[in-house]
């Protein structure tokens, strides 16, 4: 391509740069046009593109503090309510370090604005744990007897 005028007047360069950014613009924003552009891309050979890009993950197993062997130990606060009521679930829970007792949060969604991901103090986490469990146990129950 020559980096002199177009017979329209235009400079092809700055024509081609300005097509290009829309393309990237709209390849992410949009996952299945930034799919078909890169197999056009690799099928057209003009890159030497050999791999398709990885998507982006939110975190690795071998970055998280835990792998997914230690996800599976954690317990299921709302089985162990439903089995032990609430005594046994806080008895387990307070077995936990913070960063189990932060999973378990994370797992069950027991804290959406994830307030409880800057506390410290394991037992403020048990006890947050412990009341969400209770009140999406209790869910609904005040018709029960209707």
């Not at 700055?14 to 992410?28: D, V």
């Not at 062997?69 to 829970?93: M, N, T, V, W």
């Amino acid at each position: 391509m020559s980096r002199g005028k177009s017979p329209g007047g235009g400079d092809e360069a700055e024509a081609a740069g300005k097509l290009l950014r829309e393309l990237a613009e709209r390849a992410e924003r949009d996952p299945a046009f930034g799919a078909q552009v890169a197999a056009a891309v690799r099928a057209s050979g003009l890159l030497d593109v050999t791999q398709a890009p990885e998507a982006p993950r939110a975190k690795s197993a071998a970055t998280s503090k835990h792998t997914r062997a230690d996800i599976s130990e954690i317990p299921d606060p709302f089985h162990l309510f439903r089995q032990h009521g609430d005594a046994g679930l806080r008895a387990r829970l307070e077995q936990l370090d913070i960063a189990a007792l932060r999973q378990v949060v994370r797992a069950h969604r027991l804290d959406p604005a994830r307030i409880s991901a800057r506390w410290t103090n394991r037992y403020r986490v048990v006890a947050l744990i412990v009341d969400q469990v209770r009140a999406r146990s209790n869910h609904g129950r005040a018709f029960e007897r209707v």
